[in-house]
């Protein structure tokens, strides 16, 4: 008999499995549809208000659904909960939500007539709509492209700047690893643009650390190896770990991976933390906004590091108050 596959797997499995290579839009929908067709979204995670919100926090935008596919999605998830509005459906989808109401026949007859007149004809095949799919796929391409650009500027100039910006005693940095070395949650879900590795071990990240420096460096289980050559090519060397455990299980070829690892890095002789300030190893905290990692690690840092001059590298927002923050949606910027 094959084991039970509780609600919290389930969802662990889409959250994750958006992130690996060779899961497909079949595969993830039979898991939504396992959740929604009575009421286990509500065992998943810390729990939600109601389905909108779950919905909301399933993002399937990565398998470009076709017309065809997306409608009977929509339609099948509004049988299944009545209550899902449409923009939930289509933040699920990755659709306007005005798309998800043509897709649920939803639309006003002003709206009919106004599209029909638009497209010069109807049907789902009519040019209208493989022109508006086209245009959503050409649009974000061109947000990747920029951001990526966005990417090598920023490089090039914290390599120039290294000097304005000043040493730094710690670094904390979460690397967009590219995807040739594992699926990256920022480049898959969130179109998050990626280095390759090669270029992540170029960074003058030696240039702005102090001689006696602590790097704090984030990397999945796959990635052990290459976090700690890029360890090495920074000029650190490493000490020990810490581990964050996420509320649910994901996917993986091995094990179901539910963690991630938190080097630390020693550079020169830096002195190790307080005795009274010392973490627990094993950390569980919910997942951050678009894959950010939670900011319980910051706060836990600064206990440990409470007069250090601090930077956080690929900071995705603002920086975080007594910080200097770098990458691909942050400016370099020094803490005040």
């Known amino acids: 008999m094959p084991a039970k596959i509780f609600p919290d797997q389930l969802y662990g499995e889409l959250q994750e499995g958006l992130h690996v290579a060779g899961y497909t839009l079949e595969r993830a929908f039979q898991r939504l549809e396992s959740l929604i067709a009575g009421n286990d979204w509500k065992k998943c995670g810390a729990g939600f208000k109601d389905i909108n919100e779950f919905l909301s926090s399933i993002n399937l935008e990565r398998f470009r659904a076709i017309a065809e596919d997306r409608k009977r999605i929509a339609k099948r998830i509004k049988q299944l909960q009545p209550a899902a509005s449409t923009r939930a459906i289509g933040k699920t989808l990755g659709a306007d939500h005005k798309t998800v109401s043509q897709d649920l026949g939803e639309n006003s007859p002003g709206d009919s007539?106004?599209?029909?007149?638009?497209?010069?004809?109807?049907?789902?095949?009519?040019?209208?709509?493989?022109?508006?799919?086209?245009?959503?796929?050409?649009?974000?391409?061109?947000?990747?492209?920029?951001q990526q650009q966005g990417v090598n500027e920023r490089v090039e100039k914290v390599a120039l700047n290294a000097k304005n910006l000043g040493k730094f005693s710690l670094i904390l940095a979460d690397p967009p690893w590219d995807d040739e070395f594992g699926k990256s949650d920022r480049s898959i879900e969130n179109h998050y643009p990626t280095m390759k590795f090669a270029d992540i071990l170029a960074l003058p990240v030696s240039e702005i650390a102090h001689d006696q420096a602590m790097l704090f460096l984030w990397a999945?289980?796959?990635?052990?190896?290459?976090?700690?050559?890029?360890?090495?090519a920074w000029g650190f060397a490493?000490?020990?770990?810490?581990?964050?455990?996420?509320?649910?299980?994901?996917?993986?070829?091995?094990?179901?991976?539910?963690?991630e690892i938190l080097l630390i890095c020693r550079r020169g002789d830096h002195p190790a933390p307080a005795p009274e300030s010392l973490p627990d190893s094993v950390v569980e905290a919910p997942r951050g906004e678009h894959s950010a990692k939670p900011e319980v690690f910051h706060q836990i840092v600064e206990r440990m590091y409470p007069d250090a001059r601090k930077i956080e590298l690929?900071?995705?927002?603002?920086?975080?108050?007594?910080?200097?923050?770098?990458?691909?949606?942050?400016?370099?910027?020094a803490a005040e």
């Open 220 to 232: 999945t289980p796959s990635m052990i190896e290459m976090a700690l050559k890029t360890s090495e």
């Open 238 to 259: 490493y000490r020990t770990q810490m581990v964050w455990v996420k509320p649910s299980i994901g996917l993986g070829k091995y094990v179901r991976q539910r963690h």
């Open 314 to 333: 690929f900071r995705r927002g603002t920086s975080r108050d007594g910080w200097a923050a770098w990458g691909a949606e942050t400016q370099a910027k």
């Open 113 to 146: 007539k106004k599209a029909n007149k638009n497209k010069g004809g109807s049907g789902e095949n009519s040019p209208r709509l493989s022109g508006e799919e086209a245009a959503k796929i050409a649009a974000r391409a061109e947000r990747v492209s920029v």
